[in-house]
């Protein structure tokens, strides 16, 4: 079981920056994939990112370029840098853990509470 906690949310204006971290805490946290999910009012959790525990990474089309994950081992801390953000990209974000990589909400079994994106246009 991994235990996961996301922070670095928030109100933002569009063309601006943020990063949001999710600490990790269990047996297993350093081996696992992490991702990063978004869903929005009325929507469907949708992926944005993942990383392997190699260093594997994907994204999603509509934050290519813009959004950069990242993991410390060390310090079991998966970031996500946000720039360029856009009032779309305005949800609630959820850091996952899972044991292979895979876009899908549902090859995840571990999950954040979840932190707060808007932004503003």
């Known amino acids: 079981q991994v235990q996961l906690v996301e922070s670095g949310g928030g109100l933002v204006q569009a063309g601006g920056s943020l990063r949001l971290s999710c600490a990790a805490s269990?047996?297993?946290?350093?081996?696992?994939?992490m991702g990063w999910f978004r869903q929005a009012p009325g929507k469907q959790r949708e992926f944005v990112a993942y990383i392997g525990g190699r260093g594997r990474t994907d994204y999603a089309d509509s934050v290519k370029g813009r959004f950069t994950i990242s993991r410390d081992n060390a310090k079991n801390t998966v970031l996500l840098q946000m720039n360029s953000l856009k009032p779309e990209d305005t949800a609630v974000y959820y850091c996952a853990a899972g044991p292979w990589i895979s876009r899908s909400p549902s090859e995840y079994d571990n999950w954040g509470q979840g932190t707060q994106v808007t932004v503003s246009s």
């Open positions: 269990g047996r297993t946290a350093s081996n696992s994939v």
